[in-house]
């Protein structure tokens, strides 16, 4: 028997404000009602009044969106502002915003129909005004933004006020739950989307099994990152959920038209998906209700292939792709102006501008009687039995804590060993204790090279097509590509899960972006009294700048732990180990904490054992703390930070002492814990006076040695740096080349030798007094320098 569609609503069909919906959108929601007929009589009625609901929030959304850019204040009568209801200084990101409102609307309307909340990401963060004009429509604002923002003419006139104030409080921090992209104040933001094309490298790797994601990008970020159209290479079934991406185009950049669109636009970009292994599903980008169709149809998708027992992988991955016009349905749509402003000037001051807006504006204006009515068809929540969009569960991970293994501590008397052996070991024990927590570890290349083969061999590189003994499975949990950023993005992707990202020191630098968008957004959750709850996810950078001196100075670059110092210290860690144990010892401190980014520089050569276990455990809880020598009789301390320079130093001491002057060492683990603190959160964690004191007693000369460049470990050590009298800093001050790590020394001026002439300048003593005559013609460029980096080498001064 053939059931037949209710005739009782036909508005649906025509949209609403410039909304005209498409024949071939009617046809597929005409499917879509027929479907939900089958399953019960009055499902259809329901859609198409969700539908209409959608088209007057959708149009509402966009009408507060225009008011967000240019007006003080909103009118929810609907007559036209006059010249003092604007801003003397309009801002905004107005036409991606309006393409952002039939993208968020359409999501809240697969919600809704389907009785499933999924998560949400948007990669276009500056496009947060479409997210907080709906979400103050609906109701749904984070805890900072209740009572603040809200439905009516005077919690609407407050959001569009508040937007682009710039109000700052006494404290300097913002003074309005507002900002120019999505934030922790955006309710259910996961992701800042300042740094535009890493939620397309992170996306996949989001939803674990039973979740379910629809992720908003752009197609000016698709020409951002490679490695967004990868995805089929990463997403399994098996321990994935469902993640559609939803790609707006709009087929504009800021200042001119994307690459998309020069090529061909929607048919050359659905041409190119499917050459990458996606099925593209063109919607109509202006019209909720095409997008919401569109994630049905994309998870309809995956539900199919996920119950085929015969299914094979690459799995064609739905891609919805949002056709529209940057800026569609207001003033200026289609242009470069489109972007931003697109009046040609500012109706405050601008007669004509002013009537161009409440004129455009007009035209979206839903009364608000009807503004309720569609929230309210909206709101199936309770009905549903789900949980608001701001409560989606990407938003809230908080994983079990994960059981952390003792350490096999190695013996300080043992031989030398390699940290990054010791660390292999260790996280494969980690991995096993704790087989409820899906691990992806970010790998550009070479991850048995920096001694992490038991790792491989446990997680295997994941691929789709495995090569028969090469360490590699479909189900592996290495994502591995040389590109740091689409590698990165994996781990910091897996937020309700085992993190770890291993790379070459040099190379980090170019996933600094994604770390710090990480970095900034979970800080910004602490300020606000809402520290995450994921796992802390740990960067391991090896084949460091000192142990790459065979491989040209490309390789030779400290700067990833000297960019991430300067975040902000409780929330991005920057860690020296320099030994076996010290290196176990941080990277379990980093899985036991909460909701940061913690990067371990680590060599990976046989070193010597320094200290034991448990002296290691403490040194890392308190930054750093004494190696060798009496700190009271000693007459210079010697700063060791990283592996090679406590080599050094040791050296250096050794040679004092020799000639009877008291020396110490003390190694850092992590510099930041002695920075002047920058705010009370940051206070909380750095070293009290009374615990600096301990370490670093006032007036006694210093020379530091630190694996990165000396200036900014000295800035950042300001507390213990009395002057350049009594203070010297000696690191890699970027000279290198083909060299061997004594070379390299040598080359930075970071030997023995260097620090023991630094020790006599501040301790008022002449360097004949420590050094021969070879080793202070070496030390002056005129001498041998082998006499410096090879001691026991027997050679000629003249040679």
Request: with cysteine; proline share 6%; aromatic share 6%.
């Amino acid at each position: 028997m053939q059931t037949s569609i209710p005739n009782t609503r036909e508005a649906w069909r025509e949209g609403r404000g410039p909304l005209r919906r498409k024949p071939e959108t009617v046809a597929r929601i005409e499917q879509l009602a027929e479907g939900a007929l089958l399953v019960k009589p009055d499902r259809a009625t329901d859609l198409f009044r969700m539908i209409e609901a959608a088209d007057a929030l959708c149009s509402a959304a966009m009408w507060t969106v225009v008011h967000m850019t240019y007006a003080n204040r909103v009118d929810l009568s609907g007559a036209p502002l006059p010249a003092d209801a604007f801003k003397d200084t309009p801002e905004g990101h107005t036409g991606g915003s309006l393409n952002m409102v039939p993208a968020y609307v359409g999501y809240l309307l697969a919600n809704a129909l389907s009785g499933v909340t999924r998560s949400w990401l948007m990669g276009q963060g500056h496009c947060v005004a479409a997210i907080e004009a709906v979400n103050s429509l609906t109701g749904d604002v984070s805890p900072a933004q209740k009572g603040h923002y809200g439905g009516s003419e005077a919690g609407l006139s407050r959001l569009v006020k508040d937007f682009y104030s710039h109000a700052i409080t006494a404290q300097g921090t913002p003074a309005v739950p507002l900002g120019s992209h999505a934030g922790p104040n955006t309710a259910g933001a996961i992701l800042e989307g300042g740094y535009l094309g890493f939620a397309g490298l992170q996306y996949i790797h989001m939803p674990l099994p039973g979740e379910r994601l629809v992720a908003f990008l752009s197609d000016g970020a698709f020409e951002e990152q490679r490695g967004s159209d990868w995805s089929p290479r990463w997403w399994r079934a098996e321990d994935s959920g469902f993640a559609v991406p939803v790609m707006i185009l709009n087929g504009r950049r800021i200042e001119e038209r994307t690459e998309i669109a020069r090529s061909g636009g929607a048919s050359w970009f659905a041409k190119d998906l499917r050459h990458n292994g996606f099925e593209p599903i063109r919607v109509d980008g202006g019209d909720p209700a095409s997008i919401a169709w569109g994630i049905l149809k994309a998870e309809g998708m995956l539900t199919r292939f996920s119950a085929d027992p015969d299914h094979r992988y690459p799995a064609r991955l739905p891609y919805v792709i949002a056709e529209t016009v940057k800026g569609y349905g207001f003033y200026g749509a289609g242009t470069n102006a489109a972007h931003n402003l697109p009046l040609q000037s500012n109706p405050r001051f601008d007669s004509a501008a002013r009537a161009a807006f409440n004129r455009s504006a007009g035209k979206l204006f839903i009364p608000a009687p009807e503004i309720k009515n569609a929230v309210a068809t909206l709101a199936t929540h309770e009905e549903q039995n789900r949980v608001l969009e701001s409560q989606h569960a990407l938003a809230h991970r908080n994983p079990d804590a994960p059981v952390l293994p003792d350490p096999e501590w190695a013996r300080p008397e043992a031989k030398p060993a390699c940290a990054m052996h010791a660390l292999d070991r260790w996280f494969v024990a980690l991995i096993e204790a704790n087989p409820e927590l899906r691990v992806r570890l970010g790998n550009p290349d070479e991850l048995r090279s920096n001694h992490m083969g038991a790792t491989l061999g446990k997680l295997q590189h994941r691929v789709n097509s495995p090569e028969l003994g090469n360490s590699e499975a479909v189900d592996g949990k290495v994502i591995t590509a040389l590109n740091e950023e689409a590698i990165a993005a994996a781990a910091l992707g897996n937020k309700g899960g085992l993190n770890l990202i291993v790379s070459y020191e040099a190379f980090a630098m170019k996933m600094l972006g994604g770390l710090r968008q990480d970095i900034i957004f979970a800080r910004r959750q602490r300020e606000l009294g809402h520290a995450p709850r994921w796992i802390s996810v740990p960067l391991i950078v090896t084949s460091h700048t000192w142990e790459n001196a065979k491989n040209e100075q490309s390789h030779q670059d400290p700067t990833i732990g000297e960019a991430l110092l300067g975040e902000m210290s409780d929330t991005a860690r920057v860690l020296f180990p320099f030994d076996a144990n010290s290196a176990l010892a941080g990277l379990k401190s980093v899985y036991s904490q909460r909701g940061g980014i913690a990067c371990l520089i680590v060599s990976k050569r046989d070193l010597p054992h320094r200290v034991s276990g448990a002296h290691a455990e403490q040194m890392i809880a308190d930054g750093g703390g004494h190696i060798t020598g009496d700190l009271a009789s000693a007459k210079v301390q010697f700063v060791a930070i990283g592996a090679y320079q406590l080599s050094e130093a040791l050296k250096a001491c050794r040679r004092l002492e020799d000639h009877g002057v008291a020396a110490c060492v003390t190694a850092i683990t992590e510099p930041a814990r002695f920075r002047t603190p920058r705010d009370p959160l940051e206070a909380s964690y750095t070293a009290s006076d009374a615990a600096l004191e301990s370490l670093f007693p006032k007036g006694l000369a210093r020379v530091i040695l630190t694996h990165t460049r000396p200036e900014p470990m000295l800035g950042l050590l300001r507390r213990i740096d009395a002057g350049p009298h009594s203070t010297i800093a000696l690191g890699y001050i970027s000279r290198g080349g083909t060299l061997d790590v004594p070379g390299m020394l040598f080359a930075n001026r970071c030997t023995w030798a260097h620090a023991t002439d630094a020790a006599a300048r501040v301790c008022g003593l002449s360097r004949e007094e420590f050094l021969s005559p070879d080793e202070v013609a070496a030390l002056d460029g005129q001498g041998v320098p082998e006499v410096l980096t090879h001691p026991d080498t027997k050679m000629e001064a003249s040679r």
